[in-house]
Structure formats: structure tokens, C-alpha cells
């Protein structure tokens, strides 16, 4: 098989799909965001310079600070193209029956990853460090060969992520979910099926990479006492850090089960799978109560506070924000492309759980209004407790009221 035929074959596809009019808009579109995208970065690497000097020290050699700069970013490329970029090669396997196609098939691909938008942000990000900075001060071939070495990563990198990704689309989802593993354990079974997802699938794998984002912005807030000391500003950004992990996660609930729930429906003790996940997000949540008490200076006052928090967090919050399986109406496919993924949002599900979260937290401003910071303290320690006790008789009742609609939300997942 000849590359120039892949190319025919990828061209005709393209003009003959009966949706051509939407692909050529949705084109558009994504070529108009890339070049803002690429505006915004050759902007920003203008600055890159004034923020050496505030992450290195000002004797560092303009050398040094684009070699370390460029290791960085380039580790954060590795996570985002492993997050985010599409990488599916099970469109070439009906070509491998063909004489040496896959030689072809190698070489097209290579091929389309030098024109790739995901092998040019860098370049973008680092040129005018290299126009202004590095070629005054080592030469036109010096700046040349960076350039040329940052593209270079790049498009390796790009080579081993689709690598691993085609390494896991061999393994078959269901049978890498089944919950028939560890027969003496189900809740074990769920709690590895809720890993696995997290894990393979993109659109939750998005999901926890904006949550290691935006906890590692909040600690750096912390650290450089960035929030007030108000108790009201420290219980909406503690509360957003302790309950953002199921929050993000919680607005796909039996959305992201839809594809296999079926099966879920037919296996032995399926009531145990939101028990399965409430463990799954409880030691996320001590896990970051244990961080604050580490960076925060210690006192008993600041203890007491963010213990309550989290009580209120785990008990309250996260438990109320299960009620969404009553909203759960759309199926999410968990491996389809990063666009399809955009416009195929939860949207109810994720206004529940926001709405949740809104009204939590409200109730406790409230309460701290009208009394005190101490009786909010207080309310917030004994209501999260209780709600803790006695989650297994809250999750008894989401199931009774999510029961009697079982066999239409199957018929609106098998769509």
C-alpha cells in the first residue's frame, strides 16, 4: 500500500461524510482556537524572561533558564497530551491486511505528527525568548539547534504517548471491569472498576488532572497568604479544596457506568457501589486535611476549624451530592475524542452537584451571620458526623427512590 493512497482514502472519507457541512465548521472553529491559543502563548513567552528572574536567580545564565524552563513544560506536555490528545490507530487495522502497509501506515502517521497543532505550542511559547535572548548572546545556529531540539521532544513524545495509548486500546474495557475477579468481595470490585475508570478513560482522567490542578493553585495561595484570614473566605476555599475530588467526579455518576450498566444492574449487590465510591473519595479527603495541617502553622484554633470543615465536607457535602444518580439521563462515552467529549457535558448532573455545594455552604455563611464563627464550628462538626453515621441509610434511600426508574434509565443509556 502506498502513503499517497492514505491520503486519498483520508480526504475521501472526509468529503464524502454526510455531515461534511458541521465537520468543515467544527474545523473552523478549532482553527480560530488554535491560533488565539498560539497568540496567547507567543504573548506569553514574552514574559518569560521577567519570570526567570523570579524563579531562578538572577545569575542564571539565559542557557540555564531555557533548558530547565523547556524540561518542565515539556513534562507538562507529556501529562497533556497523555490526558488530552487523540491518539486511535484502530482506523488503520482494516489496511494491515494489505502488502507492506504497515510500513505506509507508520510513515503516514509520522507524517501527519509534524503538522500536528501538538508539536507547535512550544515552539510558539519559546521563540521570542530565543529571537531576543539566546540569539543576541549565542548565535543564530545556537537558537536554531534549541528550536530544533524542543520540536524534536516534542514529536517523541508524541511517538511514545501514542504508543502506551495504543498499548491499552488492546484491552478490552468490560473484561478489564469485570466484577466477577474477586467473587468474596464485591465492594472490593467496585472500588477497583472506580480506579480503572479514572484511569483509561479520558474524559476522567481530564477530571483528575483538573483537580491536581486546581489543589495545587490553592496551595500555592496558602503558601504565599494569598486568602484572607476571614473564616468565611478560609470555609469557601477549604471546603472547595476538601470536596472538589467528588465533586468533579460525582457530576458522572452512572453517566460514565452507562456503557456497561446492564451488566452493573444484573451483578450481585449493586447498592454497594456508591458505598464503593464514598471510600474511594474519603482518604482524597483526609489525605488533603493532613496536607493543610502540614502547610498551615499549627494551632489548635486553625486544627479544630479545618477539622470541622472536613467533617462537614465528608458528611454533608460530598454525601448530598450522590442525590445526582436520580438526574443521571445521558450517556458519557468515556473513550470518544476530546471534542465529542465537550459537547457531550452533564450538564443537570453537574448544576446538582454545584447546587449542593452552593446550598452547603450558604447555610453555614448563614449560620456564622446571624451567630458565630464558633456556632458554625459546631454545627458544621455535628451535622457531618451525623451524616457519616448514618451514610449507609442515605445511600438505602437514593436506591429506594432510583429503583422505581431503573428500566427507563437503561433504555436511555442503551442509546
Known amino acids: 500500500m502506498k502513503i499517497r493512497t492514505l491520503f486519498l482514502l483520508n480526504w475521501k472519507s472526509f468529503v464524502r461524510n454526510p455531515l461534511v457541512e458541521q465537520e468543515v465548521t467544527i474545523r473552523f472553529v478549532i482553527g480560530v482556537s488554535v491560533i488565539s491559543l498560539f497568540s496567547l502563548l507567543y504573548i506569553l513567552g514574552l514574559f518569560l524572561g521577567q519570570w526567570a528572574t523570579v524563579l531562578f536567580s538572577d545569575e542564571a545564565s539565559p542557557l540555564k533558564i531555557f533548558v530547565y ?14 490526558l488530552f490528545k487523540k491518539c486511535d490507530n484502530s482506523q488503520y487495522t482494516n489496511f494491515l491486511r494489505f502488502y507492506n502497509s504497515r510500513k505506509s501506515i507508520t510513515i503516514y502517521i509520522a507524517l501527519m505528527e509534524l503538522v500536528n ?22 548565535g543564530l545556529l545556537t537558537g536554531i539547534t534549541l528550536l530544533f531540539a524542543l520540536y524534536l521532544t516534542q514529536i517523541l513524545i508524541s511517538y511514545r504517548i501514542r504508543k502506551i495509548k495504543s498499548n491499552r486500546a488492546e484491552i478490552k474495557f468490560i473484561s478489564g471491569f469485570s466484577l466477577n475477579l474477586f467473587p468474596e468481595s464485591i465492594l472490593s ?58 465533586m468533579l467526579f460525582n457530576q ?48 489548635w484554633e486553625a486544627f479544630i ?26 450517556k458519557m462515552d468515556l473513550f470518544g475524542s476530546f471534542y465529542k467529549l465537550l459537547a457531550n457535558t452533564q450538564s443537570l448532573q453537574a448544576l ?54 431503573k428500566y427507563e434509565k437503561m433504555e436511555i443509556f442503551r442509546i
Open 117 to 138: 497543532f501538538w508539536n507547535y505550542y512550544l515552539l510558539i511559547f519559546f521563540f521570542s525568548y530565543l529571537k531576543n535572548i539566546i540569539y543576541p548572546n549565542y
Open 352 to 405: 446538582i452537584v454545584l447546587f449542593v455545594f452552593t446550598l452547603s455552604i450558604s447555610l453555614v455563611i448563614l449560620i456564622t451571620l446571624l451567630f458565630s464563627s464558633h456556632v458554625a464550628i459546631c454545627f458544621m462538626m455535628i451535622s457531618g458526623g451525623i451524616f457519616i453515621l448514618f451514610n449507609r441509610s442515605w445511600f438505602n434511600y437514593l436506591y429506594k427512590c432510583f429503583y422505581p426508574n
Open 69 to 82: 524552563s523547556a524540561l518542565l513544560l515539556l513534562a507538562v506536555d507529556f501529562v497533556l497530551k497523555f
Open 189 to 246: 470490585n467496585y472500588l477497583l472498576l472506580n480506579v480503572k475508570m479514572m484511569i483509561r478513560s479520558p474524559r476522567l482522567r481530564q477530571q483528575l488532572f483538573v483537580y491536581l490542578l486546581s489543589a495545587a493553585a490553592y496551595l500555592y495561595f496558602i503558601q504565599n497568604k494569598m486568602l484572607a484570614d476571614s473564616f468565611l473566605i478560609q470555609l469557601v476555599f477549604t471546603s472547595f479544596f476538601f470536596a472538589s475530588f467528588p
Open 252 to 299: 458522572f455518576l452512572f453517566s460514565a457506568e452507562a456503557s456497561f450498566f446492564d451488566y452493573l444492574m444484573i451483578s450481585p449487590n449493586f447498592n454497594k457501589i456508591l458505598t464503593a465510591k464514598f471510600i474511594l473519595y474519603l482518604p482524597i479527603q483526609v489525605f488533603s486535611f493532613l496536607v493543610l495541617l502540614i502547610v498551615l502553622p499549627f494551632t
Open 305 to 330: 476549624k479545618l477539622t470541622a470543615i472536613l467533617f462537614y465536607n465528608i458528611g454533608v457535602i460530598t454525601l448530598l451530592s450522590f442525590c445526582c444518580i436520580l438526574f443521571a439521563n445521558t
